[in-house]
T-cell receptor, first 112, second 115 residues
Framework: TQLLEQSPQFLSIQEGENLTVYCNSS?????LQWYRQEPGEGPVLLVT???GGEVKKLKRLTFQFGDARKDSSLHITAAQPGDTGLYLC????????????WGAGTKLIIKP | DSGVTQTPKHLITATGQRVTLRCSPR?????VYWYQQSLDQGLQFLIQ???????AKGNILERFSAQQFPDLHSELNLSSLELGDSALYFC??????????????FGPGTRLTVL
């Protein structure tokens, strides 16, 4: 069974600090996605990374897919209270089911 | 707005009862996924339908069932409800094929409370 491990599970920092959260697996994925979920709402897709070593930027968020396509990181620069939420990574398997393997999430709190 | 709709938004019922949750996917999306999320937990994949047929099963209890209709909307049926079934239930949809097929778009969820 493929697993995606996210770390840390919980992170609380002050506004303006930088942070990195990780998503790791022993398995290779065809692509990996990051979602953000706010309390009581559905997850919202932030980015999809497809190529090993790929880096994508979304304003202050930088996403990287590992060279071996087994891991990914999300780096937030100068975090703001609006970044607060549950960050979920999900990996796509190499078959036609289009099913995702989900990490348990990193709960991020940015204090003003 | 993701384009995925779910009804009802909230549902309160008693143990032993049966409920039906409804989901309408984004226009053109053939795949529908159901997830359960308990308090402060990650997403637990329940089941996937593609163009009316069951495609994949996750940790779905035998008391739970789902179907996807010809108009592509889907329903999740939960029966013999227990206190532990209280959770947020999300529906997601995705395009049928291609690179974007793994990108899922989530509805706002149904919050089920079993008393």
């Amino acid at each position: 069974t493929q697993l995606l491990e996210q770390s840390p599970q919980f992170l609380s920092i002050q506004e303006g600090e930088n942070l990195t959260v990780y998503c790791n697996s022993s398995s290779v994925f065809s692509s990996l996605q990051w979602y953000r979920q706010e309390p009581g709402e559905g997850p919202v897709l932030l980015v999809t990374v497809v190529t090993g070593g790929e880096v994508k930027k979304l304003k202050r968020l930088t996403f990287q897919f590992g060279d071996a396509r087994k891991d990914s990181s999300l780096h937030i620069t100068a975090a703001q209270p609006g970044d607060t939420g549950l960050y979920l990574c999900a990996g796509a398997e190499w078959d036609s089911n289009y099913q995702l393997i989900w990490g348990a999430g990193t709960k991020l709190i940015i204090k003003p | 707005d993701s384009g995925v709709t779910q009804t009802p938004k909230h549902l309160i019922t008693a143990t032993g009862q049966r409920v039906t949750l409804r989901c309408s996917p984004r226009s053109g999306d053939l795949s529908v996924y159901w997830y359960q999320q308990s308090l402060d937990q990650g997403l637990q994949f329940l089941i996937q339908y593609y163009n009316g047929e069951e495609r994949a099963k996750g940790n779905i209890l035998e008391r739970f069932s789902a179907q996807q209709f010809p108009d592509l909307h889907s329903e999740l049926n939960l029966s013999s409800l227990e206190l532990g079934d209280s959770a947020l239930y999300f529906c997601a949809s995705s395009v049928s094929a291609g690179q974007g097929a793994h990108e899922q778009f989530f509805g706002p969820g149904t919050r089920l409370t079993v008393l």
